[in-house]
């Protein structure tokens, strides 16, 4: 590791005074889960680390009828797990959130440098897009909105500016009747991180057997977490059977793209994926996806 300052301002403005004036010589720190292993393999080498995490007001989560749920930048992964609010009216996230890496990253890493890093084989992306977030922005100007699809860009890169930090992700509150479902798999169950995810939305339409408004989005297997539209609209407003699940799985294994490594191929994750996809659909429609069609 190079040696390095490291300043700790006491305000979120202080903090994007420091990022102007040492600008691409400066990086944020956060909990350090990722910045650290960065530093010591000399990936990043900057002049200051501007540390945040003693930041106040940037971790708190709050939650209301109107405005749904808002997750400070700042939260670690173990205090959204145990959130009231997240485990009343998102209970998909108190799972994603007390099921991702291991007691030690899950009490140290917050959800800001999840997303910041941009890391695919993570958890949150997909589950966060199926849900409709989006990001607030905080820079030296004011503040900006994105949506969670503009924000997460490529593998390792999002539309954070430089001298920007994330202050914060909002999820619009439950509509009646919305379901959500997110699925993580491992290669081996030794491994923390997923090899492929699927998060999948819906709002159940009034005949119990259809939906609509539905959301399905991957993740880890490909280089940025993905929004799967045509499948999507493929498993609204019709009755929910295997052979759907299974024609939605098709849908979303033609349109990937996966990322091809050490821990899986191109083959191996596009299979994968499409299994999920069935599953996950199957689970949320009441079938036994272990049928065959
Ligand atoms: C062993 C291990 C296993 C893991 N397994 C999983 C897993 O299964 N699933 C999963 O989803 N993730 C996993 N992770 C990733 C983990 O979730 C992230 O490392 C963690 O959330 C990063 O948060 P942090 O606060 O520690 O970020 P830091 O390490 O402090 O920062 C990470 C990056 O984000 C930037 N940054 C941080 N916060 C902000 C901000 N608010 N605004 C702007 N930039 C910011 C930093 O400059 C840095 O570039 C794992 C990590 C480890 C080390």
């Known amino acids: 590791m190079l040696p390095f300052d490291i300043a700790t301002p006491g305000t979120l403005a202080e903090a994007l005074a420091l990022l102007d004036q040492y600008d691409e010589e400066a990086c944020v720190f956060a909990g350090g889960t990722a910045l650290v292993i960065a530093l010591r393999q000399r990936m990043i080498a900057p002049r200051v680390v501007v540390s945040i995490g003693q930041l106040p007001g940037l971790s708190e989560i709050t939650y209301s009828e109107a405005e749904g749920l808002r997750i400070g930048a700042l939260a670690r992964h173990a205090q959204i797990a145990a959130s009231d609010p997240v485990r009343r009216h998102y209970p998909v996230l108190a799972q994603l959130f007390g099921g991702l890496a291991n007691p030690q990253v899950r009490n140290q890493g917050t959800v800001g440098g999840n997303l910041c890093y941009a890391d695919p084989a993570t958890d949150p992306p997909s589950c966060l897009l199926a849900l409709g977030a989006e990001v607030i922005i905080a820079g030296r100007m004011g503040q900006r909105r994105l949506p969670m699809r503009a924000f997460l860009v490529d593998f390792f890169t999002t539309a954070l500016e430089p001298g920007e930090i994330l ?52 993740g880890a297997a490909v280089p940025v977490a993905l929004p799967m539209d045509e499948a999507g609209r493929a498993l609204t407003g019709r009755p929910i059977t295997l052979a759907v699940a299974g024609e939605a799985a098709a849908l979303v294994a033609e349109r990937l793209e996966p990322i091809s490594d050490s821990r899986g191929d191109a083959a191996f994750r596009t299979a994968v994926v499409r299994a999920a996809v069935r599953r996950i659909v199957a689970e949320a429609a009441g079938l036994d996806w272990t049928e065959t069609t």
């Open 167 to 218: 202050a914060g992700i909002h999820i619009p509150p439950p509509q009646p009747g919305e379901h959500a479902l997110y699925r993580r798999h491992l290669r081996t169950p030794a491994e923390h991180r997923p090899l492929a995810n699927v998060a999948l939305r819906f709002v159940a339409g009034p005949d119990g057997h259809s939906w609509k408004d539905v959301r399905l989005a991957i």
